[in-house]
């Protein structure tokens, strides 16, 4: 059973930081590209930050560059995510995803997702 299990949420005051977590089990870690998505009340979910099965290569959205990271252990089968001077618009459920494509075929799981709360 595949599962992807989300933590590190909760509120923070702007300038703060969190460091969320993503445990997977159920698939092959070490072999997805990993990503955290972000989805705010009323808004569309966004892609925030990607890293490949490696870790070798990142990418982020321009909003969040310079102030996140995506790290993963391969080991450990869990992906991070470093938060840095946060701003109230970092305010949203945060989701964990994992994604390959083999043999045409594309596999694609997320997490429940967990909240940050960026407010003084």
């Known amino acids: 059973q595949v599962q992807l299990v989300e933590s590190g949420g909760g509120l923070v005051q702007p300038g703060g930081s969190l460091r969320l977590s993503c445990a997977a089990s159920?698939?092959?870690?070490?072999?997805?590209?990993m990503s955290w998505y972000r989805q705010a009340p009323g808004n569309e979910r966004e892609l925030v930050a990607t890293?490949?099965?490696?870790?070798?290569?990142?990418n982020y959205a321009d909003s969040v560059k310079g102030r996140f990271t995506i790290s993963r252990d391969n080991v450990k089968n869990t992906v991070y995510l470093q938060m840095n001077s946060l701003k109230p618009e970092d305010t949203a459920v945060y989701y964990c995803?994992?994604?390959?494509?083999?043999?045409?075929?594309?596999?694609?799981?997320w997490g429940q997702g967990t909240q940050v709360t960026v407010s003084s």
């Open positions: 995803n994992g994604q390959r494509t083999r043999l045409g075929r594309k596999y694609d799981y």
């Open positions: 890293i490949t099965s490696a870790g070798d290569s990142t």
């Open positions: 159920g698939f092959t870690f070490s072999t997805y590209a």
